[in-house]
């Protein structure tokens, strides 16, 4: 237990030095690239004065270095500072759009794992048969396919063509806004507030954002899960099991799907990162206000800001669940030890 305390603050100690590194290559890449805030706000033709005015009281016209420290010293005192676009606050922004992402990123996860592992299982249970190659042949497509692209496909079919499905947004217009006022989550609140003809209201948008995240990534679990399946089968205690007269069905979903999951549940955590650079797709795709759409439209104002404080919050996002990972680890098998 120790050890893993230990191994725990070293882990959190490591994420400071992340997120300097990460915050320093963002600051940089934004005030290389053409154009400014000022320029985006403005326009073109604005008057020189007044952009030298504007910039001025943006403390764009310091040299860069003094921007930079001074952005340091404000993340050390855990402010993210004001957008230079709209002056509102950039934790409230961020506040207002990250219930979507997560909603959106942990419905996609639960996708891609109810497609991914028990397609895999099944696949490694039925070794080199038509189905296998099937199930094979599935997996290789879904990860070759751009998410964007699918997102397009289930609407088309789900959304134009049979009309089952909304293709856009987190809500209908009918859903009264102040449900979703405690939490930001859409889901928890309905829930909360026990009106569940807007819950599943809000389960029908989510729908298809959700499934194309999880179609996308399914392909990577199906893979693993086959082959870790597939070692997993051939050990003693399998085989024991077996010729004990245990029902196949059983010791390969119950017992050998559980000894498998491990190499599953470290790709989990590395394919967060990947739900959240692939939601900023599928929230373009979908118009899901969530953080993607906010970077996007913020890395096209120039608002540096607000993408320096979406690109922290992600960073931490992505250090919290692999530390999550972690303490799962031991969970499910007592053998690791940190």
Not at 205 to 226: A, D, N
Not at 299 to 312: F, N
Request: proline share 5%.
């Amino acid at each position: 237990m120790k050890g893993l305390v230990r191994y725990f603050i070293t882990r959190i100690l490591l994420t400071v030095p992340m997120v300097f590194i990460l915050l320093t290559i963002v600051f940089v890449v934004l005030r290389v690239m053409p154009g400014d805030p000022v320029s985006a706000m403005l326009g073109a033709h604005a008057p020189q004065s007044v952009i030298d005015q504007k910039k001025a009281e943006l403390g764009l016209d310091k040299p860069v270095f003094a921007q930079y420290l001074s952005y340091l010293a404000q993340i050390a005192r855990l402010d993210l500072g004001n957008s230079m676009v709209l002056q509102q606050s950039v934790a409230s922004a961020i506040g207002d759009k990250l219930p979507a992402t997560i909603e959106l990123t942990v419905f996609g996860m639960l996708f891609t794992l109810l497609i991914g592992v028990p397609l895999g299982a099944y696949a490694a249970r039925n070794r080199r048969t038509g189905r296998d190659f099937a199930i094979r042949i599935f997996g290789n497509v879904a990860y070759c396919i751009p998410v964007y692209w699918m997102g397009l496909m289930l609407q088309l079919v789900f959304g134009v063509w049979l009309r089952w499905l909304p293709v856009a947004g987190r809500t209908s217009a009918r859903v009264i806004p102040s449900l979703f006022e405690k939490t930001g989550f859409y889901v928890l609140d309905t829930i909360l507030s026990g009106d569940f003809r807007a819950l599943g209201d809000v389960l029908v948008h989510l729908f298809l954002p959700s499934l194309t995240l999880g179609i996308v990534l399914s392909g990577v679990f199906i893979r693993l899960t086959r082959a870790n399946m597939l070692d997993t089968l051939k050990s003693d205690f399998i085989l024991a099991a077996r010729a004990r007269g245990i029902p196949d069905r059983r010791v390969t979903y119950r017992h050998g799907l559980k000894n498998a999951f491990i190499p599953i549940l470290t790709m989990l955590g590395l394919e967060f990162a990947m739900l959240l650079s692939g939601a900023i797709l599928t929230e373009t795709t979908f118009s899901w206000p969530g953080m993607g759409r906010l970077l996007l439209e913020r890395i096209y104002l120039r608002d540096y800001p607000v993408v320096q404080g979406v690109i922290v919050v992600f960073a931490l996002m992505v250090s919290a669940i692999s530390l999550i990972v972690d303490l799962l680890y031991s969970l499910i098998d007592p053998r690791v030890r940190y």
